[in-house]
């Protein structure tokens, strides 16, 4: 979930995420509240809930969408915005930027401890 006016939330003990590779780093909390896990399951729920996570043809969408809620100190050339539109937005780099990003968040929250190779 976005902060005021589009600003991204602010957490304590962080954890950060990145790939050299694809040019992007961000941190998210190494513990989270009961709220924000809520939050994060709301946001892609389907993704997050079911072992049909990878079989769902929306699942990238649905993973960055609930991996926005917890990030936090986003930075990325390619993607310099967070809360892009991806409806007007266009290229693969994007997509691939933003599908390692959610996968990423996805499986450090699951407890796997290995981010996927950019």
């Not at 590779?21 to 892609?44: D, E, H, M, N």
């Not at 930075?75 to 007007?88: A, G, L, M, Q």
Request: proline share 4%.
């Amino acid at each position: 979930m976005l902060g005021h006016k589009g600003t991204q939330p602010k957490y304590e003990n962080l954890h950060k995420i990145a790939s050299e590779a694809l040019g992007v780093s961000f941190c998210v909390p190494k513990i989270v509240t009961v709220s924000q896990a809520w939050r994060y399951l709301a946001a892609g729920a389907e993704a997050v809930d079911s072992e049909s996570v990878m079989d769902d043809e929306l699942r990238h969408e649905k993973l960055w969408r609930a991996a926005r809620t917890l990030i936090s100190d986003w930075k990325c050339n390619k993607v310099p915005r967070i809360d892009f539109d991806p409806e007007t937005a266009t290229g693969f780099e994007a997509a691939a930027i933003t599908a390692w990003a959610g996968r990423a968040v996805y499986n450090f929250f699951c407890g796997i401890e290995e981010v996927p190779k950019a």
